[in-house]
């Protein structure tokens, strides 16, 4: 990253355009596979922002498996695919599945939302007993990313994928953030792709363009939020089983 030119982030943008910068750089062969990143310090002087948004970015990077964080904080670029679609390759039931067979094979699919479930739903509850403040800052800036995108018309994914990346964060738990972040970004491309391949079923296409899924799905992250927030954990329980049981029959054109 040395010598490589970055633009200082407005306030409003906080970590997406850190995470937009960084992740451009790296799909355009800027920093390559195994190329060492600064310092999350010297980053934020770079970029102009925290070294809370700096890391928020970072995290995101991991999720989409473009950067390893190990021990210490050092941050590696691992390139176009990296950990997480890796590991996803190489869970049960999905050897040998590319990323397109991935969005298309429903068996697939259905193994990873279950296992998403089981994740979700036990943070849903740790996150609702240990939340901090900077947690609950990260889950309202997505939210706020989330409405921005319903009320435009928007995409609304990346902001999707943020939010319940900040509510594993929020469970205090390293184990189970490493469980969910090695299934989140290779998950969030499956349904993504799900929804928009001409293999989908006519009502998820349809629903996929709407407005009005759009938002739902705010109301349901509110809600959790709310839920987390209040440190109420049966009712954060609730509202993520809700809201996955609502994913699930969406996605299967139920």
Do not use: W
Not at 8 to 16: A, F, I, L, M
Not at 95 to 100: F, H, T
Not at 156 to 164: Q, S, T, V, Y
Not at 180 to 186: L, N, R, Y
């Amino acid at each position: 990253m040395n010598g490589t030119p970055v633009t200082p982030v407005p306030r409003r943008s906080h970590y997406e355009e850190v995470t937009e910068q960084l992740k451009a750089q790296i799909l355009q062969g800027r920093l390559k596979a195994g190329d060492r990143l600064p310092s999350t310090k010297e980053m934020s002087e770079r970029f102009g922002v925290s070294r809370s948004v700096t890391r928020e970015a970072l995290s995101a990077l991991k999720a989409m498996g473009l950067i390893e964080i190990r021990q210490g904080g050092a941050c590696r670029v691992i390139g176009r695919g990296g950990a997480a679609t890796a590991q996803a390759a190489d869970a049960p039931g999905t050897q040998g599945l590319s990323p397109a067979a991935l969005r298309l094979d429903r068996s697939a699919l259905a193994h990873m939302l279950e296992a998403r479930s089981m994740l979700e739903v036990s943070n849903a509850a740790l996150a609702a007993a240990k939340r901090t403040d900077a947690d609950l800052e990260r889950l309202r800036e997505a939210l706020a990313d989330m409405e921005h995108a319903a009320a435009g018309g928007a995409d609304a994914d990346e902001a999707d994928l943020r939010f319940h990346m900040a509510l594993a964060r929020a469970g205090q738990n390293p184990v189970l953030l490493r469980v969910f972040e090695s299934i989140a970004m290779p998950l969030h491309a499956a349904i993504a792709g799900t929804r928009r391949e001409p293999a989908a079923g006519p009502a998820v296409q349809e629903r996929s363009s709407s407005e009005g899924i759009s938002r739902q799905l705010l109301e349901e992250h509110t809600a959790i939020y709310e839920a987390v927030a209040s440190c109420d954990q049966d009712r954060a329980v609730q509202q993520m089983r809700l809201h996955l049981e609502h994913m699930e029959a969406f996605l299967t054109d139920g």
